[in-house]
């Protein structure tokens, strides 16, 4: 069954530093999703990304965050500047819309970011 | 807006006993709801959804979920429970009529299963 990677699968950087983050969807997917959980909170919705563009993004994607397809495989996400409170769980996601609205997300298994 | 609320951060049961995990939510039109498992340092699997229809929604690993509009609520269930069901839930919701097409999740419901 087709999966949804994600690399590296913890990343360590320092505060200040950039970091991106890297997902490969599944390849017949055309909608792509980054969600991030902080240790014993809940799956927060970042971005999502159609057709080369961002369609919708949270409060939480500010102006440090930014999504890239930049090769028509992988989707990356940077993060410019990291802050300690952006120690968290990162996943991507990938949705095949031909299925409709009540398609489910599939997910990748995470990236753990620390920043120290 | 829509929201999810789960109640519980953890449920406790003994194999073989049945389970329940709640879940209620919270949107302005028709919703479609979800449920999903995380295992120990994996990403979130899809276990079912409601989409309309009948309200009792049967998914994977002979779990099901029953949808009840009046009291906004899509408990998961399952009648008798496995050691290997012990792991993180995760309930969630997309607002099927306002074209607002992300999926707001709970914040999660750790299930153990007892020998």
């Known amino acids: 069954e087709p999966e949804v990677t994600q690399t590296p699968s913890h990343q360590v950087t320092q505060m200040g530093q950039e970091v991106i983050l890297r997902c490969v969807p599944i390849?017949?997917?055309?909608?792509f999703y980054w969600y991030r959980q902080i240790l014993g909170q809940k799956v927060e919705f970042l971005v999502s990304?159609?057709?080369?563009?961002?369609?919708?993004k949270s409060e939480i994607f500010d102006d440090q965050f930014s999504v890239e397809r930049p090769d028509g495989s992988n989707f990356t996400l940077k993060i410019r500047s990291t802050k300690l409170e952006d120690s968290a769980m990162y996943f991507c996601?990938?949705?095949?819309?031909?299925?409709?609205?009540?398609?489910?997300?599939?997910f990748g298994n995470g990236t753990r970011l620390t920043v120290t | 807006a829509q929201s999810v609320a789960q109640p519980e951060d953890q449920v406790n049961v003994a194999e073989g006993n049945p389970l329940t995990v709640k879940c209620t939510y919270s949107?302005?039109?028709?919703?479609?709801l979800f449920w999903y498992v995380q295992y120990p340092n994996r990403g979130l699997q899809f276990l079912l959804k409601y989409i309309t229809g009948d309200n009792l929604v049967k998914g994977s690993y002979g779990f099901e979920a029953e949808f009840n509009k009046s009291q906004t609520s899509f408990h998961l269930k399952k009648p008798s429970a496995l050691v290997s069901d012990s792991a993180l839930y995760f309930c969630a919701v997309r607002d099927k009529d306002s074209g607002y097409s992300t999926l707001t999740f709970g914040k999660g419901t750790m299930l153990l299963v007892s020998p």
């Open positions: 949107v302005s039109g028709n919703p479609y």
């Open positions: 996601a990938s949705i095949d819309r031909a299925g409709g609205d009540n398609s489910p997300l599939h």
């Open positions: 390849s017949n997917h055309l909608y």
């Open positions: 990304f159609y057709n080369n563009e961002i369609s919708e």
